[in-house]
């Protein structure tokens, strides 16, 4: 009776750090994953080591949470999370009909497709609605791609990668001016989006000539 | 210092030759040659006296010629055999069947029962030294033997085990029976116990403030203590990289690996085949994050250093494992340059090498049409570690092989990550040529329309565009964009010449052509 206390008072996080080669800890992964998807946080780790575990012992898979898993990690982008989770997936799970859905979707947006991901999400939307804030992650995968590349760009460009018009358009734009200092261009209504070092590379810092103390340091005995 | 032994010199006896050099002489496990008595009883006295160099000289030299002489086709004498000479000693006898058995796999093929044979040693050897119990002193290059050899043999076990088809009833009872050898969770847990136990992440960031003596002594104890756990945790956290790598987790594999900063030089370097290993399976693991520079500027740097100093590992057992690994590193290199052209990272010498190896491939690679796949493909396949399925098999009839199951969905994966890709050489073609354009024009170049276009721009931006480890993004571009409105103004990013590293370099050396210098005593 004491260890399931004692389990109890480490964090998920900790025992992914501290024992994540245990079979044991594979029911406290599953409910993290989905203690992720309702408070909306993410743990990139924890949800490899429970693949892993899925990998050791494929018998206990629970494919319904590998689904979950992945749709973390579509919201995950632009960081290679999808992929990193399916090279752990065996390809005959892969085979199946949510999974092949979850993988068009990451290829529309690896290769920048807004506007066909939007059209192949609304035909799963009984798989994506069950994690909250999935809209918004990739809306927000959207902004980041576009503000890599454009310094202005035109509205319905805008329009077609987050997936919004008219009034809810309006809104989100709002909700970036104020928050991230866009500017939207009064004769066009084009929409400049804020400086960062891809999209002026003249910000880019020149670091190359830094060098770290630590290696002066190995001649410091020669200058000495 | 200069023992000479009886059985390097000595002419090898009659008896030797008729019980182990004939083809059809019959394997006496019993039979300790004289050469073999003298190889084990210095070798006891040496490792009992700490003496590293002995010890390392023995592993390297006599033990290599020996085998060479006697035991080329048959493995060495049994522990019981030679135990009686090493005063039965528990420790040495472990450590004698560690390499009896790797001779085995390296010359012979185990059977199932010596694959679990060799396991159960590990499995005593490894609890001797968590359980610190160890005094010895040994040789850098013996500890990593054996952890490379562990996981070697665990991903050779795995291997066989997933070739159900031919297995005999007796080996599948025996594998039914024998569940614990080599199972992935006890190989795993041994690995992260030595790293654990060893406190080495500890030692590592202690030395960083000057409070611990790790790297400087190349993980050795001058002060009467063990090096064996130490290092053996040391060299574990480059075999988790390994195992990581053989399950597809590059991510938890690149975990493992931080601890050690292998932008420097440090106890992994001292040791040619651990050196090497490391390199490889980070630049692997990169490659696969789609961190093609990190991974270039890695393969880079261990290519030139190979190919500077190749001509000192002639000699070593390792020889032939180095030179595959550095025609499979030069592989990866230019799967890396294809995908991420990045000629600039690259040293003339290790370029004019990969010109000579894949210049025409990489050209044809460019191409991005069915030939080009194919030559992915190929060099994917030449190049990648021996992915394995860890889990056991379901012994339900009929029995099928799933040996090459890991390998093909790593090869998959990775094949769709280039064709999502190969748009992105045709537009990098037009982007070198402009320094601006605009979109509808490079549209028509392309054949495409401009909404197409954009998703064109907008890939070569995601896939040129790299995630850090610390969540920062990282250009790996060397030609860059942006566009404003409907023009595409093109950056060409200039290459970072590091002057401050070559001063360094250049200081240390002429102090050291100076303390030469000084040592010639004019007349």
């Known amino acids: 009776m004491e260890s399931p206390k004692e389990q109890s008072s480490y964090t998920v996080e900790q025992l992914v750090a501290v024992n994540p080669f245990n079979p044991e800890i594979l029911p406290d992964l599953e409910n993290y994953v989905n203690e992720q998807v309702t408070s909306q946080t993410y743990s990139l780790d924890a949800n490899l080591c429970l693949l892993r575990l899925y990998q050791f012992e494929p018998e ?12 973390k990690a579509l919201m995950a982008m632009p960081s290679p999370d999808f992929s990193l989770c399916l090279f752990l997936i065996p390809e005959r799970v892969q085979m199946e009909e949510q999974f092949k859905s979850l993988i068009v979707l990451s290829h529309y947006l690896e290769t920048g497709r807004f506007q066909q991901f939007w059209d192949e999400a609304a035909k799963n ?46 809104k989100f734009i709002e909700h970036q001016l104020k928050n991230s200092g866009w500017i939207v261009e009064k004769e066009n209504g084009s929409i400049v989006l804020p400086q960062n070092e891809f999209n002026h590379p003249e910000l880019k810092k020149n670091t190359s000539e830094n060098v770290p103390l630590e290696h002066i340091a190995r001649i410091f005995p020669i200058l000495g | 210092m200069t023992t000479t032994y009886d059985f390097e010199d000595a002419p090898t006896n009659y008896d030797d030759v008729q019980r182990q050099g004939g083809q059809d002489a019959v394997y006496d496990p019993n039979f300790v040659p004289d050469s073999v008595k003298s190889f084990v009883v210095h070798m006891y006295r040496h490792i009992r006296e700490k003496n590293v160099y002995e010890i390392h000289q023995m592993c390297e030299t006599s033990f290599q010629t020996l085998s060479e002489r006697l035991f080329k086709d048959t493995p060495w004498p049994s522990v019981e055999a030679i135990a009686p000479y090493v005063d039965n000693d528990h420790v040495f006898c472990l450590l004698y069947r560690e390499m009896w058995f790797r001779h085995l796999y390296a010359r012979l093929s185990p059977t199932l029962k010596q694959r679990i044979d060799s396991y159960d040693n590990y499995c005593s050897l490894f609890q001797v030294v968590l359980h610190g119990v160890v005094n010895m002193q040994l040789p850098n290059q013996w500890l990593w033997d054996m952890v490379d050899e562990f996981v070697y043999q665990f991903q050779s076990f795995c291997q066989y085990r997933a070739k159900m088809k031919n297995k005999t009833e007796q080996e599948i009872a025996l594998l039914k029976q024998n569940d614990k050898a080599w199972n992935v969770y006890g190989v795993l847990n041994f690995l992260q116990a030595l790293v654990e136990k060893s406190t080495i992440i500890q030692i590592l960031e202690q030395e960083k403030e000057g409070l611990e003596q790790f790297t400087a ?46 932008t420097q030089q440090g106890v992994y370097t001292s040791v040619i085949g651990c050196h090497i290993a490391t390199i490889y399976h980070y630049g692997f693991a990169n490659l696969m994050l789609r961190r093609y520079v990190d991974a270039v500027r890695e393969f880079n740097k261990i290519l030139l250093y190979i190919y500077k100093t190749k001509q000192y590992h002639q000699k070593s057992p390792q020889y032939e494992q180095l030179l595959k690994k550095n025609e499979q590193m030069y592989a990866l290199l230019a799967v890396c340059l294809s995908l991420c052209p990045q000629t600039k990272l690259v040293d003339e010498s290790v370029n004019s090498q990969l010109r000579e190896k894949y210049g025409e491939k990489m050209m044809r690679m460019q191409r991005y049409d069915d030939e080009a796949f194919g030559i992915y493909d190929e060099l994917f396949s030449y190049a990648c570690p021996k992915f394995i399925t860890p889990s056991a098999p379901s012994f339900e009839e009929p029995l099928v092989n799933y040996n090459q199951d890991a390998y093909r969905l790593q090869l998959k994966m990775f ?61 790996n571009a060397d030609i860059d964009f942006y566009i404003n409105n409907d023009m595409i103004y093109v950056v060409e990013s200039k290459p970072a010449k590091r002057y401050g590293d070559f001063f360094l370099r250049q200081i240390a050396k002429l102090e050291g052509v100076i303390n030469d210098m000084d040592r010639i005593k004019l007349e």
């Open chain 2, 415 to 475: 094949l769709y990550e280039v064709k999502q890709q190969q748009l992105l050489s045709g537009v990098r073609t037009f982007l070198k040529v402009y320094s601006s354009i605009s979109l509808a024009k490079l549209a028509n170049y392309m054949e495409v329309d401009e909404p197409t276009l954009r998703t064109i721009l907008l890939t070569y931006k995601h896939k040129t565009h790299s995630v850090g480890s610390d969540g920062k993004i990282i250009s």
């Open chain 1, 60 to 71: 206990r898979m629970n494919t319904h949470v590998v689904a979950r898993i992945l749709i």
């Open chain 2, 217 to 262: 002594t190349d993980g050795y104890d001058y002060s009467g203590g063990s090096n064996v756990l130490k290092v053996l945790g040391y060299f574990s956290m480059v075999g988790l990289l390994r195992v990581h790598c053989l399950l597809g987790d590059y991510h938890t594999g690149l975990k493992w690996l931080q601890p050690i900063d292998i």
């Open chain 1, 125 to 170: 939307r009984h798989i994506l609605e069950t994690v909250p804030g999935f809209e918004q992650a990739i809306q927000a995968y959207a902004t980041h791609l576009l503000s890599l590349s454009y310094q202005k760009l035109p509205r319905s460009v805008l329009a077609e990668a987050v997936n919004m018009d008219g009034a809810s358009l309006d």
